[in-house]
C-alpha cells in the first residue's frame, strides 16, 4: 500500500497525533490511547480491547490506582529532582513541564484529585518543603541521596579542619604577642637604689624641672606615651558620647501621629477576614467520616489531642479512648444545640469562643454570642451572625 497524500485525512490525522498532546478528556489511561476527537474517543470506549481492559481493571481497582500513583509520584519527583534540583520553585511550573511528555501519566488516574492535594501529600510524607504563598504553592525537593549525604559531609569536615587550621593561628598569633608584652615589661621595670650620702655636710636637693643625658631619653618617652594615653582617652570618650547619642536618637519616643498610625494599621488587620484551607484546633470535638479505617471508628466522635503540620491531627477516641492520626479530609466539625460554647476555627473571628444561639438549616449559618476582649481589658459580649463555613465546631 502506497503513503498516503499530504493533504489526505489520513496523513493530516498522522501529523496530528504525531505533535505530541491531544485534550485530556480524550485519553483513555488504562489502554494508554489517546484519541482525536469525541467520535474516535466513543468508538474506542466501545471497542472489544477497552472493555477487556475495564474488566481487569473492575477485578482489583485499587492495585491499578496504586501504580499510576505511585508512576506519577516517580515520575513526578525525578523531574524535580533533575530539572530544579533543591532549588524552591512554584509547583505548577514542574507540573506544566512534566505533562509536556506525551507519554506522562494523567493525574486523573491518580489518588490525588487536584495539583494541591498532590502537593500537600509530599509536604506530609517528608519528600518535599512546601509552603504556601499568595501566588500559590511552592516546593522545594529535599535530596536524600546516599552520595548527596556524603559529599556534604565532606564539605563540612572540610569546613571544619579549615576552622581549626585558623583557630590554631590565631592562638599562635596571641601566644607571640603575649611573649612580646611580657618581655617589654621585664625591661621597662625601674630599678630602685638606696639614698646614700657620702659627706654629712653636703645637702640632698631635688631638681624636678631639670632632666640629665641619660634619663632624658626615658622621660621625653614616658611624656609622649601619657600625651598618646590622653589623645586615646578622649577619642574613646568621642566615640561613646556619639554612639549614645546616636542610641537615644534611635530610642526616642515616638510622636502622637505615628502611634496613631500604627494602632489603625493593627486594627484594619485585625478586622481583615483570614480564611485558610485548615481549620484544626486541639481540643474540640469532631467526627470520623472515613470509612478506611471500617465500621468501628466510622461517624464516631473524637477529641483533637493534638495538631502536627496544620493539616494532620491526633484524635482520641470518645467512646473507646483509641488514639488515631487522621488528616483533616477524615473528620468533618460537630454543631452543637443552642446555648453550647462552640470555638470559630476560621475567618475573621478566628480562635473565639462563643455560645450558639441558634442555626439556620436553610441558609447553612448560625447566630453566635462572640465574648472576647478588647485592647484596654474590658470584656463585651457581641452578637454576630456567621456562615457554617466557617467551621464553628463544639468545644
Not at 518535599?128 to 569536615?157: F, M, N
Not at 622621660?219 to 586615646?232: D, I, P, Y
Not at 479512648?321 to 444545640?337: F, M, R, S, Y
Request: with cysteine; glycine share 4%.
Amino acid at each position: 500500500m502506497g503513503k498516503a497524500d499530504f493533504l489526505s485525512p489520513k496523513a493530516i490525522s498522522n501529523r496530528i497525533k504525531a505533535k505530541g498532546l491531544q485534550k485530556l478528556r480524550w485519553y483513555c489511561q488504562m489502554c494508554q490511547k489517546q484519541c482525536r476527537d469525541e467520535n474516535g474517543f466513543k468508538c474506542h470506549c466501545m471497542s472489544e480491547s477497552h472493555q477487556r481492559q475495564l474488566l481487569l481493571a473492575s477485578e482489583n481497582p485499587s492495585k491499578f490506582m496504586d501504580y499510576f500513583s505511585n508512576e506519577f509520584k516517580h515520575d513526578f519527583l525525578e523531574l524535580l529532582r533533575r530539572r530544579f534540583g533543591t532549588k524552591r520553585v512554584h509547583n505548577n511550573i514542574v507540573y506544566n513541564e512534566y505533562i509536556s511528555h506525551r507519554e506522562h501519566i494523567h493525574m486523573n488516574s491518580t489518588r490525588w484529585e487536584t495539583l494541591t492535594d498532590f502537593t500537600k501529600w509530599l509536604g506530609r510524607e517528608g519528600l518535599c518543603k512546601v509552603d504556601e504563598t499568595p501566588k500559590g504553592w511552592y516546593i522545594q525537593y529535599i535530596d536524600r541521596d546516599p552520595e548527596t549525604i556524603r559529599r556534604q559531609e565532606e564539605l563540612a569536615r572540610k569546613k571544619k579542619h579549615d576552622l581549626d587550621d585558623e583557630e590554631r593561628s590565631a592562638r599562635f598569633i596571641e601566644e607571640q604577642v603575649r611573649r612580646g608584652r611580657d618581655g617589654k615589661e621585664e625591661d621597662d621595670t625601674p630599678a630602685y637604689t638606696e639614698l646614700k650620702r657620702e659627706n654629712e655636710e653636703e645637702k640632698v636637693a631635688f631638681n624636678l624641672g631639670a632632666t640629665s643625658s641619660v634619663a632624658g631619653p626615658s622621660k621625653s618617652s614616658s611624656l609622649l606615651g601619657e600625651s598618646a594615653l590622653k589623645a586615646t582617652a578622649a577619642s574613646t570618650k568621642r566615640k561613646d558620647m556619639s554612639c549614645s547619642s546616636s542610641s537615644k536618637e534611635g530610642k526616642r519616643k515616638k510622636s502622637a501621629l505615628e502611634e496613631i498610625k500604627e494602632m489603625e494599621e493593627r486594627r484594619r488587620q485585625k478586622q481583615e477576614p483570614v480564611k485558610t484551607d485548615y481549620w484544626l484546633q486541639p481540643n474540640i470535638i469532631v467526627k470520623v467520616v472515613t470509612k478506611r479505617l471500617g465500621d468501628r471508628y466510622h461517624k464516631k466522635k473524637a477529641v483533637v489531642v493534638e495538631v502536627n503540620d496544620k493539616y494532620t491531627a491526633v484524635v482520641k477516641m470518645v467512646d473507646s479512648g483509641d488514639k488515631l492520626k487522621l488528616d483533616q479530609n477524615h473528620v468533618e466539625t460537630v454543631i452543637p444545640a443552642p446555648g453550647k460554647r462552640v470555638l470559630i476555627l476560621n475567618g475573621k473571628y478566628r480562635e473565639t469562643e462563643a455560645i450558639l444561639e441558634g442555626i439556620d438549616e436553610k441558609n447553612f449559618s448560625a447566630t453566635l454570642t462572640l465574648d472576647s476582649v478588647s485592647h484596654c481589658a474590658c470584656a463585651f459580649t457581641e452578637k454576630k451572625s456567621l456562615h457554617l463555613s466557617n467551621y464553628v465546631c463544639n468545644m
